[in-house]
């Protein structure tokens, strides 16, 4: 069946520090691509998305890649910071509604 | 524009106990959705509402059962609860634009609820 792999945290960074969080979907057919955000306490937030091939999400200074080629669409984020710990979903759309989600990598930002 | 809404924020069952966990949306949204989120398991979907008066089985029912009582509300309830119930749910909406493929979905706060 379908299915979203992510990386296992949690993830300790230093404030400034490069973020990468990787994230594989199973290969049947043409997913929509999803990052979610959760914070303490929150339900989840669109980080960013992309929906087809070699398609670009960005926002707040994260972004991923729809690779194809590697089923793969790895969060990442040059120079993180505190206020960005929380817990990252990736998420596939596949058909009629039904969201698969990974199971989550909690980051952890030290000052 | 409250987005989406879930009541209550915390409730503490004892087995065998009843309950209905509430959902609104304000958005228009014709898609509505109930997760239950457990530790290193992600978000799994328990059932979902493509329109108002329809409503499917997702990858975890078995426990469960909805109602999507008009557009905006849909409602989630354990008619006799679980410990493997215990956990945190959420509602979540989207509009779907007809096609099948959805877009966003924008989620609520959550319920934690714990099963003795």
């Known amino acids: 069946g379908n299915s979203v792999t992510q990386m296992e945290g949690p993830v300790t960074l230093s404030e400034e520090a490069f973020l990468t969080i990787n994230c594989t979907y199973t290969?049947?057919?043409?997913?929509?691509l999803f990052w979610y955000v959760q914070y303490p306490g929150e339900g989840l937030q669109l980080l960013l998305k992309?929906?087809?091939?070699?398609d670009k999400g960005s926002n707040k200074g994260f972004e991923a890649t729809y690779r194809k080629e590697t089923t793969s669409f790895h969060l990442e984020k040059g120079s993180v910071q505190v206020s960005d710990s929380a817990v990252y979903f990736c998420a596939a759309l596949y058909n009629f509604n039904k969201f698969y989600f990974g199971s989550g990598t909690k980051l952890n930002v030290k000052p | 524009n409250a987005g989406v809404t879930q009541t209550p924020k915390f409730q503490v069952l004892k087995t065998g106990q009843s309950m209905t966990l509430q959902c609104a949306q304000d958005m228009n949204h014709n898609s509505m959705y109930w997760y239950r989120q457990d530790p290193g398991m992600g978000l799994r979907l328990i059932y979902y509402?493509?329109?108002?008066?329809?409503?499917d089985k997702g990858e975890v029912p078995n426990g469960y059962n909805v109602s999507r009582l008009n557009k905006r509300e849909f409602s989630l309830r354990l008619e006799s609860a679980a410990p493997s119930q215990t956990s945190v749910y959420f509602c979540?909406?989207?509009?779907?634009?007809?096609?099948?493929?959805?877009?966003?979905?924008?989620f609520g706060p959550g319920t934690r609820l714990t099963v003795l």
């Open positions: 509402s493509a329109s108002e008066g329809t409503t």
């Open positions: 992309a929906t087809k091939a070699d």
């Open positions: 979540a909406s989207s509009d779907d634009p007809g096609t099948g493929f959805t877009d966003t979905q924008y």
């Open positions: 290969a049947t057919g043409y997913p929509s």
